[in-house]
């Protein structure tokens, strides 16, 4: 009840401030963040009250008080709020590269790639196979010669198989999992985000190469690729040496450097045109693996720091859904959805058989790498500069079908570590 009220209160007041600036500039962007913290937090905590995980609730948040509902965040506003979505992103990295043990990496790495390589071809192939089959179902496609089908197939392809490192560590985070399905499945999310980069710039590559852009763009140039790789890899080890370094001999305000870190680490890979994902994860592994056991105290501070901003990331994401988008396209975001998830139970199945896992983990690994989120959307408006024409189209394919799975994706994995707790994993 006493969320509920916060959120009666909250809409009054946000209402009486629309009133008074609307002959005005409009709401401030300071005022906007703060009202996201407080209504995305209220409901979050309403719809753990029958069963849904808080992230779920966060971005119902950000469809209510977005664009396709109230209209508090207006379009402009989301722009206006991208730094924090691009602070979340960071953060995120970071602490997911400061999860990766060495330990842990000799005990599971080969396993978790076995996961992931079955996986990972299972999914590709079969979103690839079924956007090529509907291809009448999507008009940008339903009259393209055989090149255009394939390009834009495997383009879809390269985009389904992203996951979602941020709500598998948000989960994780709200149960506190941390049994072999949490490591696993937290495993695979991490190596694919890596494997992602290189497919996707392949596959665009490919798919230039096939369907030269109007203006007839070049390909992807494989100097750029290797250096946005191994750039992000060689700056990603300087600041975590860096910050292992800080943590040694100074760790103090640990709190305002957790800030500092992700807002220095995501600029200087902006600046330096490497990948900012790589360059925090491999930042996160660096520092956590260098500081002679002071890792910890700064993960939990980064934790603190990143709380709030996990909550206002989640709710820009929902806000970004067109749900009405999603309905003209049903008969084609069904079945990649269904079929992606099938194909990512199949590729657990077969990756856990072929890695001799305990059937714990090959029976509920699968449901936390539904979700999809932030690179998803960043990889869907690539294809849509790439191709300005066709591009769109897609793009609006890729946004309902991440749609659907963002939604879809914490609930699943929220029962499947349920599931796996009750098995003993």
């Known amino acids: 009840m006493r969320r509920l009220i916060i959120l009666v209160v909250l809409y009054?007041?946000?209402q009486g401030v629309l009133?008074?600036?609307?002959?005005?500039?409009?709401?401030?962007?300071l005022m906007l963040f703060g009202f996201l913290i407080l209504a995305a937090y209220s409901v979050g905590e309403l719809v753990t009250v029958i069963g849904l995980p808080k992230i779920v609730g966060y971005m119902l948040a950000g469809v209510l008080f977005g664009p396709p509902a109230l209209g508090y965040v207006s379009r402009p506003a989301?722009?206006?709020?991208?730094?924090?979505?691009?602070?979340?992103?960071?953060l995120i990295a970071f602490l997911a590269g400061a999860e990766l043990q060495i330990a842990e990496i000799r005990e599971r790495g080969i396993a978790i790639l076995k996961l992931m390589s079955a996986e990972l071809l299972l999914s590709f192939v079969g979103v690839a196979v079924t956007i090529a089959l509907l291809r009448s179902q999507l008009p940008v496609l339903a009259t393209a010669p055989p090149a255009e089908v394939m390009a834009f197939s495997l383009l879809v392809a390269a985009v389904a198989v992203v996951h979602s490192p941020a709500a598998t560590i948000a989960l994780l985070t709200e149960t506190r999992a941390n049994g072999p399905v949490a490591r696993y499945t937290l495993g695979v999310v991490l190596v694919m985000d890596i494997a992602v980069v290189l497919i996707f710039s392949g596959v665009l590559a490919a798919a230039r190469a096939l369907v030269?852009?109007?203006g007839g763009g070049g390909g992807v140039q494989v100097g750029t690729v290797i250096w946005e790789i191994g750039g992000a890899v060689l700056v990603g080890a300087v600041l975590g040496a860096f910050v292992a370094m800080y943590l040694r001999f100074i760790s103090r305000e640990l709190f305002i450097f957790a800030i500092l870190v992700a807002l220095f680490g995501a600029e200087i890979a902006r600046v330096m045109h490497v990948e900012t994902l790589l360059t925090l994860l491999v930042a996160g592994f660096v520092a956590e693996n260098a500081s002679g056991g002071r890792g910890e105290a700064f993960r939990h501070a980064m934790e603190r720091a990143a709380a709030p901003i996990f909550v206002v990331f989640f709710a820009l994401s929902g806000?970004?859904?067109?749900?009405?988008?999603?309905f003209p396209l049903w008969t084609i975001v069904v079945p990649v959805v269904g079929v992606r998830m099938l194909a990512i139970w199949g590729g657990i199945q077969l990756g856990g058989r072929w890695a001799k896992l305990d059937p714990v983990v090959t029976d509920h690994a699968w449901y936390g790498l539904v979700s999809q989120a932030g690179v998803a959307f960043g990889l869907a408006a690539v294809v849509a500069e790439v191709y300005p024409s066709r591009g769109e189209s897609l793009r609006a394919l890729l946004l309902a079908t991440i749609a659907v799975n963002q939604t879809l994706g914490p609930i699943l994995f929220r029962i499947g570590l349920r599931r796996a707790a009750a098995r003993g994993g």
Do not use: C, K, Q, W
């Open 212 to 214: 030269p852009p109007n």
């Open 319 to 326: 806000a970004r859904l067109d749900p009405a988008a999603v």
């Open 78 to 90: 989301l722009e206006e709020l991208t730094p924090v979505s691009n602070l979340a992103i960071a």
């Open 19 to 29: 009133l008074l600036s609307s002959a005005t500039s409009g709401v401030p962007t």
């Open 12 to 14: 009054a007041v946000m």
